[in-house]
């Protein structure tokens, strides 16, 4: 009566090991599988909108297209690698609840949970690695594709002077454009400072202005329109008024570096100096213009550049728990699907792909409001599809 007895506690055990490797397995070949097709698709995506065009102009060649296609790979794998485990969650365990392997399990006194504790703890693991990839890998191959396409194109202003950030590219000088349309500038801010003291000197604001290309010499000039500007000197401060003021030439022709990432191509650790260095451009804003409510205007707008940043932070870390939240809803959901068809996992991860990333697309959307709290907005799905995964998976459990 002994040997039976230790024979049923010892099969169940076996029998987990097994399961877990076959369940595992599975879901990491499936995982491949739909993360390659995911991200061959986002990068057609990618190749048709921009790149093709560039070549069919004759502005790039295929060696070029080669580096683009390999430097846009993390960044597709921001998107690609949660679909992917999304889809192969709902696959694996579809076809495992079809077969009647689940019932056969639960006969053995095998509850779901058990089985599902290795494939959590794969998602968890994916979770950093994409925590990597959204912080460090994708947005420094996104930056480095765009300066290789904007090296490739032709419209020089633009890209030595891109909307919305700050630039740094022209010593002594910091840049931050409103807008840019071949050249022509709207609400320009500039901050002079001392290179040796790196301390602020004087700050110009114009509503309008436009950049001059000297291609011959490698050099660009700034023509300001109606600028007011406020200088230091000693204890006092000088304020003045200009018409039309020029600044440049500069010379773009004897540095190799990269012009600066935009906001959403910044790592995270960049993302992290560009606050401290807005907060600090906040703080020096001067009352230049000539009435209160359009100082009022400056201070705003330099605080929605402010709120840019760290939304984007905030993006970047809630969207890295992706991978868990997908886990915990495409488990449950496999199993209530209970088909072995590929096109329903699929068109079910769609779905709840589209529901997760709608909400990013809105914080991404309200990242310049800050009275909205979108970086709040950027932690809400992954707080409903937890809650809703672990609620499913606990009743999946039960046979609820």
Sequence with gaps: MDCPAKSGNFAPNAELKTLHKYLAGQVLASLLLTVAVFTFVLLLGNVLQEILKLLVNGQIGFGIVICAVALLIPFVLVYSLPMGLLTATLLVFGRFSADHELTAARASGISLISLSTPILLLSLCCCALSAWINMDLGPASRAGYKNL????????????????????????????????????????????????????????????????????????????????????????AMFGTWPEFLLGPFDFGQTNKPSTPSISNMTFFQLQGELQRREKLLEFLPATTNTAAEWRAQIKETERAIEEVHSQMHEQVASSFAC???????????????????????????????????????????????????????????????????????RANKGI
């Design 149 to 236: 396409i904007n090296e490739s194109r032709s419209d020089l202003a633009t890209a030595q002077f891109p909307e919305g950030r700050l630039i740094y590219d022209f010593p002594g000088y910091i840049f931050l454009i409103g807008k840019n349309q071949n050249g022509e500038l709207q609400n320009v801010d500039i901050w002079q400072y001392d290179k040796s003291t790196n301390q602020e000197t004087t700050y110009m604001f114009a509503p309008q202005g436009n950049v001059e290309i000297d291609a011959t010499n490698k050099q660009l000039s700034i023509h300001l329109h109606n600028a007011t500007s406020r200088s230091v000197k000693g204890v006092q």
């Design 324 to 394: 868990f939240g997908f886990a915990l809803v495409g488990i449950p959901l496999g199993i209530r699907v209970h088909r072995r068809e590929t096109n329903i996992g699929i068109a079910v991860a769609l779905g709840l792909v589209l529901v997760y990333y709608s909400f990013m697309i809105l914080g991404s959307s309200l990242a310049s409001r800050p009275e909205c709290y979108p970086h709040l907005i950027f932690w809400l799905p992954n707080f409903i599809f937890q809650a809703v995964g672990a609620v499913l998976l606990w």
